[in-house]
């Protein structure tokens, strides 16, 4: 069963400081992996989007890694603000046959205090 | 990029009661899909909107509990039918599109999060 796992599930950190989420998949093989950041009661916005021949992509002050080899991906967030407090969320696509399969992990909470 | 916007935002309804869910996106798009989350849990995929045809379910959810219609490239609706507090959830839209370096890139409406008493 392909799956994605996201550690750790919650994260509290202070301002200024930088952190980085993980991401495990078994889904093989996979179109693209990317992650989302949900702010509270709002729908996912895309972070980051990587082929499987990407190693790492960047959008501000996010830092997208990806390794195909071991099937792990990690967020990291440099000098981290209030407003990053939400839930980060990899999604793992198959693309297979012309349909679209993302699988969700369950998202990291971060939060972020002052 | 894909902008969608969903109506109702938010809902408290009575069991027992149905609630159409609207999606309007501002290109047209192939694909569209509606997802639950619960709260705590990961998107769960109910079904992929099919313009001109029936939805096609994935496993755990039937189109006499979850209704939806598909008129047109733009727009789509989910009804969440005979309701119970177990429906309590945020339902969301979703489009893949974009081109270039956001070809095949999944955009997510704002959420529509209902409450069943």
């Known amino acids: 069963k392909n799956q994605v796992e996201q550690s750790p599930q919650s994260l509290i950190i202070l301002e200024g400081k930088n952190c980085t989420l993980q991401?495990?998949?078994?889904?093989?093989?996979?179109?693209?992996l990317r992650w989302y950041k949900q702010d509270t009661g709002r729908g996912p916005v895309s972070l980051t989007i990587?082929?499987?021949?990407?190693n790492t992509k960047s959008n501000g002050r996010y830092t997208a890694t990806l390794d195909a080899d071991t099937k792990q991906s990690s967020l990291h967030i440099t000098a981290s603000q209030l407003s990053d407090s939400a839930s980060y969320i990899c999604?793992?696509?198959?693309?297979?046959?012309?349909?679209?399969?993302?699988?969700f992990g369950r998202g990291t909470s971060l939060i972020v205090h002052p | 990029s894909a902008v969608i916007s969903q109506k109702p935002s938010r809902d408290i309804c009575q069991r027992g009661t149905s609630l159409t869910i609207q999606c309007q996106v501002d290109?047209?798009?192939?694909?569209m899909f509606w997802y639950r989350q619960q709260p705590g849990q990961s998107l769960t995929l109910i079904a992929t909107?099919?313009?001109?045809?029936?939805?096609?379910?994935e496993s755990g959810f039937v189109i006499d509990k979850f209704p939806i219609s598909r008129p047109n490239l733009t727009f789509s609706t989910l009804t969440v039918s005979n309701m119970s507090p177990e429906d309590s959830s945020i339902y969301l839209c979703s489009v893949v599109g974009g081109e270039g370096a956001h070809k095949d890139t999944q955009y997510f409406g704002p959420g529509t999060r209902l409450t069943v008493l």
């Open positions: 999604v793992v696509t198959l693309s297979s046959g012309g349909s679209y399969i993302p699988t």
């Open positions: 909107a099919n313009q001109g045809s029936e939805a096609t379910y």
């Open positions: 991401c495990n998949y078994t889904v093989s093989p996979f179109s693209n």
């Open positions: 290109s047209q798009v192939t694909m």
């Open positions: 990587m082929t499987f021949s990407e």
